[in-house]
């Protein structure tokens, strides 16, 4: 009777060591599902949050084509972890684009204008100026030119970087006439004026900030100097292009300072520089001619 007492006993805690192991599991488990459960809510609603109706592009549409609902836009849902402000908006249909969408593409706010693609308008390419050593495509910049007395002014505003080649300090943007002349003059001064810098900074938020006011003056001596050989662009050109590529390896630290100076005595730059084409010593430019509004 012992014996089998003994053995309904054992059998008794052996079951309920086993009833205990079960609950446990399924306890441990119900609380790992809710968790799972949890991070699949949380992941939903992280979807839901992203989810943005925006407007896309229907077809292929070219630079300077208008954004028209209907027909080449259509709103779509998509997951975004953009602002609102970076796509258009429906009071942003009718402006003219920028670059090229392809189709199915989002239309971001940085990629139409309010202002209509003018005939004069050009594809121009910049090599001329120095360049923020970590500028990409489809930054929109000013340039800039500042002289050794420290005057300042903008050249262009609010453009657009395209086709961008850092390593030669080479991109495009989109030019009216006033504003080539005005670049033309500007290279002439900068490549007769010592101590003048062509440069570019960069907007932080373009769909946000309004453009600067181009406020550089033109020289009637720069347009002379263009008059008497138009080919002293080409020239002019060329030598500030090498100064900008140098200063951005150097910022770069792919040359040292001796390499550097060794470059420049051997090209000239600081020559051209310092000597005026006028046949005198150079000069801050003067008798500004205003080609702007």
């Given at each position: 009777?012992?014996?089998?007492?003994?053995?309904?006993?054992?059998?008794l805690?052996i079951?309920?060591?086993?009833?205990?192991?079960?609950?446990?599991?399924?306890?441990?488990?119900?609380?790992?599902?809710e968790?799972?459960?949890?991070?699949?809510?949380?992941a939903?609603?992280?979807?839901?949050?992203?989810?943005?109706?925006?407007?896309v592009?229907?077809?292929?549409?070219?630079?300077?084509?208008?954004?028209?609902?209907g027909?080449?836009?259509?709103?779509?849902?998509?997951?975004?972890?953009?602002?609102?402000?970076?796509?258009?908006?429906?009071?942003?249909?009718?402006?003219?684009?920028?670059?090229?969408i392809?189709?199915n593409?989002?239309?971001?706010?940085?990629?139409v204008?309010?202002?209509?693609v003018?005939?004069?308008?050009?594809?121009?390419?910049?090599?001329?100026?120095?360049?923020?050593?970590?500028?990409?495509?489809?930054?929109?910049?000013?340039?800039?030119?500042?002289?050794?007395?420290?005057?300042?002014?903008?050249?262009?505003s609010?453009?657009?970087?395209?086709?961008l080649?850092m390593?030669?300090?080479?991109?495009?943007?989109?030019?009216?006439?006033?504003?080539?002349?005005?670049?033309?003059?500007?290279?002439?001064?900068?490549?007769?004026?010592?101590?003048?810098?062509?440069?570019?900074?960069?907007?932080?938020?373009?769909?946000?900030?309004?453009?600067?006011v181009?406020?550089?003056?033109?020289?009637?001596?720069?347009?002379?100097?263009?008059?008497?050989n138009?080919?002293?662009?080409?020239?002019?050109?060329?030598?500030?292009n090498?100064?900008?590529?140098?200063?951005?390896?150097?910022?770069?630290?792919?040359?040292?300072?001796?390499q550097?100076?060794?470059?420049?005595?051997g090209?000239?730059?600081?020559?051209?520089?310092?000597?005026?084409?006028?046949?005198?010593?150079?000069?801050?430019?003067?008798?500004?001619?205003?080609?702007?509004?």
């Amino acid at each position: 009777m012992k014996k089998k007492l003994a053995f309904f006993r054992t059998g008794l805690i052996i079951a309920l060591l086993i009833i205990g192991a079960c609950v446990g599991i399924i306890y441990f488990s119900r609380q790992k599902i809710e968790k799972i459960e949890a991070r699949v809510v949380a992941a939903e609603q992280e979807l839901v949050s992203h989810k943005m109706l925006v407007y896309v592009a229907s077809q292929d549409i070219p630079k300077g084509a208008k954004i028209q609902d209907g027909i080449n836009v259509y709103k779509q849902e998509i997951y975004t972890g953009l602002e609102r402000s970076s796509y258009i908006t429906i009071d942003m249909l009718g402006q003219t684009a920028l670059i090229d969408i392809a189709t199915n593409e989002p239309i971001m706010a940085n990629m139409v204008t309010a202002e209509d693609v003018t005939r004069d308008l050009r594809d121009y390419e910049i090599s001329f100026a120095n360049l923020m050593y970590n500028l990409s495509d489809y930054d929109f910049i000013d340039v800039r030119v500042r002289y050794a007395d420290g005057t300042d002014y903008v050249l262009l505003s609010k453009k657009m970087v395209e086709e961008l080649v850092m390593e030669e300090c080479v991109f495009t943007t989109t030019l009216t006439e006033d504003e080539i002349l005005r670049v033309s003059c500007a290279i002439i001064d900068a490549y007769t004026t010592s101590g003048t810098y062509i440069y570019t900074t960069r907007y932080t938020d373009a769909n946000l900030q309004n453009p600067a006011v181009p406020n550089y003056p033109v020289s009637q001596k720069a347009l002379q100097v263009i008059y008497n050989n138009p080919n002293i662009i080409s020239i002019a050109e060329h030598t500030l292009n090498m100064e900008a590529r140098m200063n951005l390896e150097a910022r770069m630290k792919d040359i040292n300072s001796n390499q550097l100076q060794a470059v420049v005595n051997g090209t000239g730059i600081s020559d051209n520089a310092a000597l005026s084409i006028f046949g005198e010593p150079a000069q801050a430019p003067d008798e500004y001619i205003p080609i702007y509004d």
